[in-house]
């Protein structure tokens, strides 16, 4: 074991207690790194050997040529027993405790891996800033449009300062109609109805209940049979088509197209700008928008591809984007091929 060095052999407790000792450091859920005073790694523990990819046989050996960080010398060598380090080579974000050992010079670095946490914490924290410049716009013209009011307009007036009243009240209702549905579905409180139904049908219902005024190709298997929540299906297509509409070039078609192999999926596409590849993983975020320049009346809030996600995730599938070949971005979500009844 690794851990052998930790105390001088005169200290050492009965051979059973320090083995289960070893073990306990050894299976522990954190990384942990032996180092002698010179700052090299003279031994690791599973979780350390797996994420730095260490071989034990060619340990010791010097701290970034074992982890390939160099961020992690500059914490050891500041002595600092608690630090946050950005890991350059992996791409994570740890918390380091840097502990004295026993043995004189030598000294255990543990790391705990925080990168979820910091994610995490950054979405709330956009979220929330969001959220606020969302609501901050419609409420800001409900006032100014009650205080219009208050200023006895003329009766022509009055009928438009009315109407903007109750625009700006059904904009902030749909956000928060949104929001329920999200808070709906992460919480499980969403049941799956499952029926079984032909896709085709339901991509065409989509598009006539839209009112799509472009045209939209359809293409794959003209009959697929499959078992699975429709209206949460019809939803996700339903807002995938929404979008493709709206960022597209007026008169340029949609692609839409099925195809069964290890997933059944389903395609849409547009002929619009596209969409960078550094904004493709976000476009799924709560109110993340590519073009915050785009009105509200148009780009929408920021949270239709967010339902979609969790709509797709719901049905035990997935969904990604990318830019598609001849142009424009394509959407895709993949469903689980077991909900295929036939083709």
Do not use: C
């Not at 493709?280 to 949270?303: I, M, N």
């Amino acid at each position: 074991m690794i851990w052998d060095r930790r105390r001088p052999l005169e200290q050492q407790p009965s051979e059973s207690a320090h083995d289960l000792f070893a073990d306990l450091l050894e299976q522990a859920p954190q990384a942990a790194l032996l180092l002698d005073s010179d700052n090299r790694v003279i031994a690791a523990n599973e979780v350390a050997r797996a994420f730095f990819e260490i071989d034990a046989s060619r340990l010791p050996a010097s701290l970034v040529e074992v982890t390939l960080e160099s961020r992690l010398l500059e914490v050891v060598s500041s002595r600092d027993s608690e630090s946050e380090a950005n890991l350059v080579h992996h791409r994570r974000t740890v918390l380091t405790k840097l502990v004295p050992s026993r043995r004189v010079g030598e000294s255990i670095l543990f790391l705990t891996d925080i990168t979820e946490l910091r994610h995490l914490a950054r979405v709330r924290k956009e979220f929330v800033a969001n959220l606020v410049h969302e609501l901050k716009t419609p409420i800001t013209s409900l006032r100014l449009t009650a205080e219009s009011l208050l200023g006895d307009p003329m009766p022509k007036d009055r009928r438009r300062f009315a109407e903007r009243l109750v625009k700006e009240a059904d904009l902030m209702s749909k956000i928060i109609d949104n929001l329920r549905q999200l808070g709906d579905i992460e919480t499980g409180a969403m049941a799956l109805e499952i029926t079984t139904f032909d896709l085709r049908e339901l991509i065409d219902d989509s598009v006539a209940r839209l009112g799509i005024d472009r045209p939209v190709n359809v293409d794959g298997q003209p009959s697929l049979q499959v078992s699975t929540d429709r209206a949460k299906l019809a939803q996700a297509v339903g807002n995938l088509l929404d979008n493709a509409a709206k960022f597209s070039p007026p008169g340029t078609a949609i692609d839409v197209q099925t195809e069964v192999g290890d997933e059944l999926v389903i395609s849409i596409r547009d002929r619009g700008p596209g969409i960078s590849p550094e904004h493709w993983s976000r476009v799924f975020e709560r109110f993340y928008k590519v073009d915050r320049a785009r009105p509200r009346e148009s780009g929408g809030f920021g949270l239709g591809l967010a339902i979609t996600k969790h709509l797709v995730q719901v049905l035990g599938g997935r969904i990604w984007t990318e830019a598609a070949r001849e142009g424009g971005q394509v959407f895709f979500i993949a469903l689980p091929r077991q909900v295929l009844i036939s083709a």
